[in-house]
């Protein structure tokens, strides 16, 4: 059974940086594809990026564009979220999630593995 544990959420002012990293444990994280999701409040769970078993491919939403990125370390059993150029709007709480396929998604109904969320506020 695969745990997932996010960290790296915080306060920070329009326009600055956050790094969120996601640690995989119970099993390996490298047989499966890797996403972060988001949720704000009264609105519904969001997926933001994710990417595949390998690496190789990445999906996004447009809202992120340009600005925030994923990568992952397999040796390390860990997803990373770069958050660049934030905004008000991306005040939410952060998912990592997991599910055993090749390729991504942001359709968060085909993830069965999910961390504990962690606040991410942006706020002057």
């Known amino acids: 059974q695969l745990q997932l544990v996010g960290s790296g959420g915080g306060l920070v002012q329009p326009g600055g940086s956050l790094r969120l990293s996601c640690v995989a444990s119970g099993s390996t994280s490298d047989n499966h594809a890797l996403g972060w999701f988001r949720q704000a409040p009264g609105k519904e769970r969001e997926g933001v990026l994710c990417?595949?078993?390998?690496?190789?491919?990445?999906n996004y939403v447009d809202s992120v564009k340009g600005r925030f990125t994923i990568s992952r370390d397999n040796a390390k059993n860990r997803v990373y979220l770069q958050m660049n150029s934030l905004k008000p709007e991306d005040t939410a709480v952060y998912y990592c999630?997991?599910?055993?396929?090749?390729?991504?998604?942001?359709?968060?109904?085909?993830?069965?593995?999910w961390g504990q969320g962690t606040q991410v506020t942006v706020s002057s």
């Open positions: 999630a997991a599910m055993n396929w090749a390729l991504c998604s942001l359709t968060s109904a085909l993830y069965p593995y």
């Open positions: 990417i595949s078993r390998s690496g190789g491919s990445t």
